[in-house]
C-alpha cells in the first residue's frame, strides 16, 4: 500500500480540513456571537477557497485542454525581457525547490519533450486562471469589511501562483530549445 503523500492528498485535504473547520466557526460565531469566531471563519473560509479554486481550476483546465497545447503559439513565447529578468532573479538557482503538483506530468521518462511542453503550456494557463480568480474574495469584503485583509491575502496569493508561471515559461523555453 502505497502511503506517500502526495501534493493532490495535500491540498485536497488541506480543503477538506478548512471546509470543516470553516463550518464549525461559523456554526460556533452564530450561536455565540463571538467576533473571534467570524474573524476564524472568514480566515478559514478565505483560506479554503484559495485551495479549493485551485483544484477546481486545475481539474477544469486539465479536461478543456487535454494536455495538448500548442507551444509555439505566440502566448507561450518568452518576452524579449523576460530572459533578463529570469536571470536576474536567480531562478534558475531555487525553481527546482518549488513543489509540482504532479511531478510525473514533467519526467522525461514518462513523456517526450513534446508533450512536457504541452503540459507546462496548460500549467501555465492553469496558473494563470488561478491570478485572476485570486481576487474574488476582495468582493467578500464589502459584506465582512476587512478589505486590506481580503487585498493582501489575494495579493499573496497571486505572487505565489506569479512563480509557476515564471517557472514553466522558463524551463518550456529551454525545452522548446530541446525540441528543435
Same mark, same amino acid.
Given at each position: 500500500?502505497?502511503?506517500? +503523500?502526495? /501534493? #493532490?492528498?495535500?491540498?485536497?485535504?488541506?480543503?477538506?480540513?478548512?471546509?470543516?473547520?470553516?463550518?464549525?466557526?461559523? =456554526?460556533?460565531?452564530?450561536?455565540?456571537?463571538?467576533?473571534?469566531?467570524?474573524?476564524?471563519?472568514?480566515?478559514?473560509?478565505?483560506?479554503? &477557497?484559495?485551495?479549493? $479554486?485551485?483544484?477546481?481550476?486545475? *481539474?477544469?483546465?486539465?479536461? @478543456?485542454?487535454?494536455?495538448?497545447?500548442? &507551444?509555439?503559439?505566440? *502566448? &507561450?513565447?518568452?518576452? %524579449?525581457?523576460?530572459?533578463?529578468?529570469?536571470?536576474?532573479?536567480?531562478?534558475?538557482? *531555487?525553481?527546482?525547490?518549488? !513543489?509540482?503538483?504532479? !511531478?510525473?506530468?514533467?519526467? #522525461?521518462?514518462?513523456?517526450?519533450?513534446?508533450?512536457?511542453?504541452?503540459? /507546462?503550456?496548460?500549467?501555465?494557463?492553469?496558473?494563470?486562471?488561478?491570478?485572476?480568480?485570486?481576487? @474574488?474574495?476582495? =468582493?467578500?469584503?464589502? *459584506?465582512?469589511?476587512?478589505?486590506?485583509?481580503?487585498?493582501?491575502? %489575494?495579493?499573496?496569493?497571486?505572487?505565489?501562483?506569479?512563480?509557476?508561471? $515564471?517557472?514553466?515559461?522558463?524551463?518550456?523555453?529551454? +525545452?522548446?530549445? @530541446? +525540441?528543435?
Amino acid at each position: 500500500m502505497d502511503k506517500q +503523500i502526495t /501534493m #493532490p492528498k495535500v491540498m485536497k485535504m488541506i480543503t477538506a480540513i478548512g471546509i470543516l473547520v470553516t463550518l464549525v466557526t461559523m =456554526i460556533i460565531y452564530q450561536n455565540n456571537n463571538s467576533s473571534i469566531f467570524l474573524t476564524l471563519a472568514i480566515t478559514f473560509g478565505t483560506i479554503t &477557497y484559495h485551495f479549493g $479554486m485551485r483544484l477546481l481550476i486545475g *481539474w477544469l483546465v486539465m479536461i @478543456l485542454m487535454k494536455n495538448k497545447a500548442d &507551444y509555439t503559439k505566440q *502566448w &507561450y513565447q518568452l518576452h %524579449s525581457w523576460e530572459k533578463a529578468f529570469y536571470k536576474k532573479i536567480k531562478i534558475k538557482r *531555487w525553481k527546482n525547490k518549488m !513543489p509540482t503538483y504532479r !511531478p510525473q506530468d514533467f519526467s #522525461p521518462k514518462e513523456h517526450s519533450w513534446h508533450e512536457i511542453a504541452q503540459t /507546462m503550456c496548460q500549467s501555465e494557463v492553469g496558473h494563470e486562471l488561478i491570478i485572476g480568480f485570486s481576487f @474574488l474574495p476582495i =468582493i467578500a469584503s464589502k *459584506w465582512f469589511g476587512a478589505f486590506g485583509v481580503f487585498v493582501i491575502t %489575494s495579493v499573496i496569493s497571486v505572487g505565489f501562483d506569479l512563480i509557476f508561471v $515564471m517557472m514553466q515559461r522558463y524551463n518550456r523555453d529551454r +525545452i522548446q530549445r @530541446l +525540441i528543435r
